[in-house]
């Protein structure tokens, strides 16, 4: 519980109403994709970097926990007040500073949604690639942290790669920037790389600046149907072996074509195993060859049906499918826990069918979703949280899935990060040297230990 000193403090500095202390608002702030409750002591919205570094001024000098926090989609229990103390809640601190057309580059605070920055950006042609599945809520600054990943990684790749520099404020409350606004630079170590990925336990991101890319001109969306759901890991695999990279590459299982016909009714067929939905985007005459490509890869490989989008309106729809899957899959259990082991993108197909043994041999509900193109599967873990006898199933079904990724020089996490969820596997693939340089460099940044405590690098095993 903070005392009644400090909390006047932090109401100074931001004022009565960005400071939320009853049950109510606490409660709200409780919670974030994952399964877990931590109630924090008060949440802060600060509007400017200057009342953060005060807020972080005051929690240093009083030892108080700070957990920052954007629009709470995290899947692994990030932006949770795990240890109590406060949130800082980054939505209020949500405008577009400047979209730099001759250079190419976009200042943005954190609390900017990515889906609008998206569509700013676009009105001017431009484009900014990183489209996690939760882009029309999360938020730029958690999208930094967390180096999220999403749709098109296969062929633009993930938050880092688009990432130029960023405002930060440490734990102490000094303020102080990383990378510059140019496409190129190498003076010092590298620290926006560093804050990137770092889940919100060395610095709180105050300001960032991307790259952007021209947009592209056109864009084609292809579904393919398969009888066979190795068929389909089949394809994906061919298509990146023969350097045909397209923009998307999506995977669904049949559970989830079930679970969206009941959800969005899109007339996909309940006899089928697997959907590929991809997307090819370039110059017009690229985009019409590559998209002729891919589908005769897809029929060549099995699929029953291949359908190419021939308008923008229609690539929307057949992306329903894809931006319905969580919440259509989501309805049907209690609990729904998601995975997000990687695999090397050749060993799709038998990463699937290993998820699949281990579902039936472990009796858990699992879907497989996946941004296939990059190896990164989702099996999506249905459930029922109370239940202790199934949770024992789950936990032991997870394991396994991570074992398998590892034993194939796989990663314990594509995008989603570790957080409290994951980090019982950190020593499965980072060394005891890895780990201790992690540890050395969080004391740097956090001496005290008060910026987003209990995270993943805090475990013991
Ligand atoms: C339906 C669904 C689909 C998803 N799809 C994808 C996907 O395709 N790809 C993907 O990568 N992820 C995906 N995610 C996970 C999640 O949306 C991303 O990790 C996203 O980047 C989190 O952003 P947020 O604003 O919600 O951050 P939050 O959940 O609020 O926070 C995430 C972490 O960032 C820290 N943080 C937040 N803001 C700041 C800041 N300004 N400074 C310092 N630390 C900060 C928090 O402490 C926390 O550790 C999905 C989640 C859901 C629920």
Redesign the pocket.
């Known amino acids: 519980m903070l005392n009644q000193g400090v909390l006047q403090e932090f109401t100074s500095i931001v004022g009565q109403e960005r400071c939320k202390t009853s049950r109510e608002d606490l409660l709200t702030y409780a919670y974030?994709?994952y399964v877990h409750e931590y109630v924090p002591d008060a949440v802060l919205f600060p509007r400017t970097a200057q009342e953060v570094s005060q807020i972080m001024k005051v929690a240093s000098a009083n030892n108080i926990f700070v957990?920052?926090?954007?629009?709470?989609?995290?899947?692994?229990a990030?932006?949770l007040a795990k240890q109590g103390g406060i949130v800082?809640c980054?939505t209020m601190?949500n405008q577009i500073l400047e979209i730099n057309t001759a250079n190419r580059f976009a200042v943005v605070e954190?609390?900017v949604v990515?889906s609008e920055f998206q569509k700013a950006v676009e009105r001017l042609n431009l484009f900014y690639p990183p489209?996690?599945?939760?882009a029309t809520?999360?938020?730029?600054?958690?999208?930094?942290?967390?180096?999220?990943?999403?749709?098109r990684g296969v062929k633009y790749g993930?938050?880092r790669d688009y990432l130029l520099g960023m405002e930060?404020v440490l734990p102490s409350g000094e303020i102080m920037n990383t990378g510059t606004k140019t496409s190129k630079d190498v003076t010092g170590y590298d620290l926006t790389r560093l804050i990137c990925g770092?889940?919100?336990?060395l610095?709180?991101?105050?300001k960032i600046i991307v790259r952007l890319l021209p947009k592209p001109k056109v864009k084609r969306t292809l579904q393919a149907i398969y009888n066979r759901i190795d068929d389909a890991g089949t394809t994906v695999a061919k298509i990146i072996e023969a350097g045909i990279i397209p923009a998307t590459l999506e995977l669904m299982d049949k559970m989830i074509i079930k679970a969206l016909e009941d959800f969005a009714h899109l007339g996909l067929p309940l006899d089928a195993e697997a959907l590929l939905l991809m997307d090819v985007d370039g110059d017009p005459e690229t985009v019409e060859k590559q998209a002729a490509l891919v589908a005769d890869f897809c029929k060549a490989q099995g699929a029953r049906t291949v359908r190419v989008s021939q308008s923008e309106k229609e690539n929307d729809q057949l992306w329903v499918a894809r931006r319905s899957a969580?919440?259509a899959v989501a309805r049907m259990r209690p609990t729904c826990v998601?995975e997000d082991a990687t695999v090397p993108v050749s060993y799709l197909t038998s990463a699937i069918k290993k998820v699949i043994e281990i579902s039936e041999r472990n009796r858990v509900q699992i879907a497989v979703l996946a941004?296939a193109g990059d190896g990164n599967l989702h099996p999506l873990v249905l459930c029922d949280e109370r239940d202790k006898d199934e949770m024992t199933r789950v936990e032991k079904a997870m394991d396994e899935i991570v074992d398998y990724a590892m034993s194939v020089g796989g990663t314990l996490s594509g995008?989603?990060?570790i957080?409290i969820a994951k980090a019982k596997y950190l020593p499965r693939q980072l060394s005891e040297t890895s780990l201790k340089m992690m540890r050395s460099i969080k004391k740097t940044f956090d001496p005290l230990g008060i910026l987003?405590p209990g995270?993943f690098l805090e475990y013991q095993a």
């Open positions: 974030d994709a957990t920052p926090r954007g629009a709470g989609s995290g899947l692994m990030g932006a800082i980054f601190m954190p609390g990515i489209d996690p599945g939760s809520v999360a938020t730029m600054g958690g999208a930094v942290v967390m180096n999220a990943g999403g749709m993930v938050t930060i770092s889940e919100g336990t610095a709180l991101v105050t969580f919440g998601i941004h995008e989603h990060g957080g987003n995270s």
